[in-house]
């Protein structure tokens, strides 16, 4: 691996650029070095390993038992990584992709590091961009005191910073435990764990529990369930939740059915899931659609991971939820596509050499749809009842609005909402909102999510400051071609 | 998808600002009005433009039905209920040089010789009052003090509702596939079954060039997309639009703060696939020209980028009328980047002609019969 520090080194043109160093980008980007393919792997943190494997390398948690067997499997996958041929770029944001025209079926990537941005073209690009948390608007939410159960773990591997005083832990889905795992590990002293999953899911998950039980998830679920669930205080049933406090978190309201209590607390960790980051492949332009299961826009893909837009494929958790395991599985199949497309490998060595890694990333995924449909949140949560509630923090948007411009304005979509509301339109550009926003507007007009639609993403996918683009080298056509 | 009746006085095509308007105007005739759109009303350049409302260095061509549509801007709110977002800081042409500057005088020397009198030269110093953050070289400018802006999809939407609380008949989502007479009537038949009208309006923006062309009256329209860009919030430092002489900029802070760059740099149209792709490297030289203008924007940062998709005809002047070649057809399209302003005044202007044959707002140079014979 080589990496880079400053843009100027980069090449003007790779076989292949990846997008994000989290398992599955640094997967892809070690097959195909190993295939021959010329790889820039870009990622905007300083060091590799993306959410799941944060601060691998450099984390000062050094206590294994606290992170956890999982995460320290991140030293192999970046170990592999190091002693590729791939060039590496970390603290690289990529903000844009489109056609370039130089090169008829290539891409032009917009890259920015140290403050200096490039276009750098790709013949294939792989986007591994993961997934981000599902947000979770509940009355409070924006006090401080509350954070994301994400922006905790990120806290604990990055700096090994744990929440101080009375925390509480609230939501639903299998990274709910393991951060109260994690958490609890590393002396976070955790009043309650607050969890949100409806009772009414059983039953529409029953069907996918055999899978499951033949699965590495049960296993793995089972330990941290026994971890916790003995020494932490459970609350299950939840149906309602406000954080509550004048400037600073006071106190959690909980609801369980009809009965109501208050449990004081100094910290609240909110998580409903994860979701696709969908950000980056939307404004690429590739295709998606809702997956009603995992209960998000997922990108259409094929069988090696490639999307509607012909050279561009998304591996990992962007391609749909499965895990650390399976995003790995993932970037190598994607990886030999890319390989295959370029002429790098012929089809029958693609399909010989991606087999087992196929029956290895269907072992691992079996039993993923049994979490997808025990931990679908319940509909208040994804859609908050109260009208008061925050659901886009860039613009101050309350989920009463949203309603409003739904059933009084005739507003059909989330992209005509933004004209009256501004959602969306932050710096965020929608990812904080986005999945509220199409759930409010869906449940408003009685129709579904998929046929509300989602934003359309506009680049820089990542704000960008205007001294690097202006100090963009421009073609001379680009200083004729100017109109009225 | 279908709905309402099958037969009106007049079927609008495009549910762009000009559309919307022209179907609301005719419905306060009294007219009964279907309006067709593929999308959803301000889809496309009508919803995603700089909502510039400018009557400012306007070809001569466009003043009447400007001025026209500018006392109904100023009025908006009585009109469809809405405000539109409309702010009224007045537009202001900088002159980088001299010759700029003799350039401005010459213009507005023009106008006050036909009778305009709504551009104002300015010398160093106001203009150094109104935009401060201008760079000190500046010698003046032009001013139109009546100018402003408005959020364009909102004020697309505000006419489209309107339109509909009085009885137009509004289907979107609806594409028109083919348009053929029918007695004393047009067919207009649609993915989602056919309506008949004694008169339809052509007001397809980047589309209208092929409807006309189906009626065998071409004209050399091209589908262009031109790009815009729009910073996080910045401590307010500018009141009006401003737009350069020489250099392609404009731009416009919002009562939030954010700074939205345009100029008619072009990305590339896709209109077939509803899609535009940037060209970065054009978007640079039009930020590099805020770069080196406006030294307060140095360190701000560009949170999204963008094209609509727009009808652009060869001599930038929209093709609005009656029809040279049929009775009952009626165009209102290609407004060339600069029709949002115009889409109040002209929807007025239209359904007067419709309904009474005539108006007194003039559109000489505007009509379609222009381009008849040069195909």
């Known amino acids: 691996m080589t990496p880079v520090k400053d843009i100027a080194t980069v090449a003007e043109a790779y076989d292949l650029i990846v997008v994000g160093a989290g398992p599955a980008g640094l997967s892809a980007g070690v097959r195909a070095a190993e295939l021959g393919l010329s790889v820039l792997l870009a990622d905007e943190n300083p060091t590799p390993g993306g959410q799941i494997y944060r601060a691998i390398t450099t984390t000062p948690v050094t206590d294994r038992s606290i992170l956890g067997e999982d995460y320290w499997r991140g030293s192999g996958i970046v170990a592999r990584f190091e002693k590729s041929a791939a060039t590496y770029a970390p603290g690289c944001t990529v903000w844009s992709i489109g056609p370039d025209e130089a090169t008829p079926g290539s891409f032009e990537l917009g890259l920015s590091l140290g403050g200096k941005a490039r276009m750098i073209s790709a013949a294939q690009v792989i986007l591994a961009t993961g997934a981000q948390e599902r947000p979770f608007p509940i009355p409070g939410w924006t006090l401080p005191g509350v954070m994301t159960a994400g922006a905790a773990q990120i806290a604990l591997k990055g700096s090994g910073i744990v929440p101080s005083g009375r925390t509480v832990i609230a939501g639903c889905g299998p990274l709910l435990y393991l ?101 980056f492949s939307n404004a690429a332009g590739c295709e998606h659609y809702f997956d009603e299961e995992q209960h998000a826009w997922l990108p259409r893909l094929d069988e090696w991971y490639a999307s509607s837009v012909a050279g561009i494929a998304i591996a990992g958790d962007g391609a749909g939820i499965g895990g650390a395991e399976s995003a790995a599985l993932r970037g190598e199949i994607a990886a030999f596509g890319a390989a295959f497309r370029l002429g790098k490998l012929g089809e029958s060595q693609r399909d010989a050499q991606a087999a087992p890694v196929r029956a290895e990333l269907s072992r691992r995924l079996r039993g993923r749809r049994f979490l997808d449909l025990i931990y679908k949140p319940a509909p208040q949560f994804l859609a908050p009842p109260q009208d008061e509630t925050i659901i886009c923090r860039c613009e101050e948007v309350t989920a009463g609005q949203v309603r409003d411009a739904a059933a009084r304005l005739g507003v059909t979509g989330p992209n005509q909402m933004k004209a009256f509301l501004r959602c969306g339109m932050g710096p965020c550009q929608g990812r904080l909102c986005g999945p509220t926003v199409v759930e409010l507007i869906a449940q408003t007009r009685g129709v579904s999510p998929a046929e509300t639609g989602y934003y359309r993403l506009r680049p820089p996918v990542k704000p960008v400051t205007l001294a690097e683009l202006a100090a963009l080298p421009a073609t001379e056509a680009a200083v004729k071609a100017v109109v009225r | 998808m279908r709905t309402g009746r099958d037969s009106a006085d007049v079927v609008v095509i495009g549910g762009g600002i000009h559309g919307c308007s022209t179907a609301l105007h005719c419905a306060l005739r009294g007219l009964s009005v279907i309006l067709i759109e593929k999308d959803h009303a301000g889809r496309h350049a009508s919803g995603v433009n700089a909502g ?102 909102r004020a697309t939407q505000a006419f489209k509702l309107k339109a509909q609380r009085i009885g137009v008949d509004v289907r979107e989502g609806v594409r028109v596939t083919k348009i053929e007479h ?59 639009v401003v737009i350069l002489r020489g250099r392609k900029l404009s731009f416009k802070q919002f009562g939030n703060g954010t700074v939205l760059i345009g100029g008619g740099y072009l990305g590339r149209a896709l209109p077939d696939e509803n899609r535009t792709i940037l060209d970065w490297s054009k978007l640079a030289s039009n930020l590099k020209t805020v770069w080196e203008l406006f030294p307060i924007m140095r360190g701000a940062s560009i949170v999204r980028a963008w094209a609509g998709i727009e009808g652009r005809i060869a001599d930038e002047l929209p093709v609005f009328g009656r029809s040279a070649k049929h009775e009952g057809v009626y165009h209102q399209f290609g407004f060339s980047l600069h029709g949002f302003q115009l889409g109040p005044g002209a929807g007025a202007v239209m359904a007067e002609i419709i309904a009474t044959g005539r108006s007194n707002v003039p559109i000489d140079g505007l009509g379609i019969e222009r381009f008849a014979g040069s195909h």
């Open chain 1, 179 to 279: 951060l109260a795992s994690q958490l609890a590990a590393a002396g976070t002293e955790i009043v309650a764990v607050l969890d949100t999953t409806p009772r009414s899911n059983w039953s529409k998950a029953l069907a996918a529990l055999p899978d499951f039980l033949r699965s590495p998830y049960l296993a793995k679920g089972l330990k941290l369930m026994a971890a916790t669930r003995g020494k932490l205080r459970f609350l299950t049933g939840v149906t309602g939740l406000a954080a509550q406090g004048e400037k600073q978190l006071g106190g959690i309201r909980v609801e369980r059915g009809s009965r109501v209590e208050t449990i004081p607390c100094d910290a609240l960790l909110l998580h409903q899931g994860v979701l696709p980051s969908v950000n």
């Open chain 2, 52 to 153: 510039g409302v400018r009557q400012l260095a306007r070809h001569v061509a466009e003043i009447p039905l400007s001025n026209a549509s500018m006392a109904i801007w100023h009025d908006i709110a009585n009109l469809v209920d809405d405000d539109c977002g409309f702010s009224s800081d007045g537009q202001v042409l900088v002159a980088e040089n001299e010759a700029d500057l003799a350039q401005c005088r010459a213009r507005v020397e023009d106008l006050n010789l036909r009778g305009f009198h709504h551009e104002e030269m300015i010398d160093a110093k106001e203009l150094r009052e109104i935009v401060p953050a201008v760079s000190e070289d500046c010698p003046g400018g032009v001013i139109s003090r009546r100018d402003g802006a408005a959020i364009p999809l």
């Open chain 2, 182 to 240: 029918d007695g004393a009537n047009w067919r207009v038949v649609t993915d989602a079954g056919e309506c008949l009208a004694p008169r339809i309006v052509n007001a397809a923006g980047a589309w209208g060039g092929r409807i006309a062309a189906d009626l065998g009256e071409p004209v050399p329209l091209e589908a262009v997309a031109p790009m815009l860009s729009i910073t996080a919030p910045l401590p307010a430092f500018i009141k009006p």
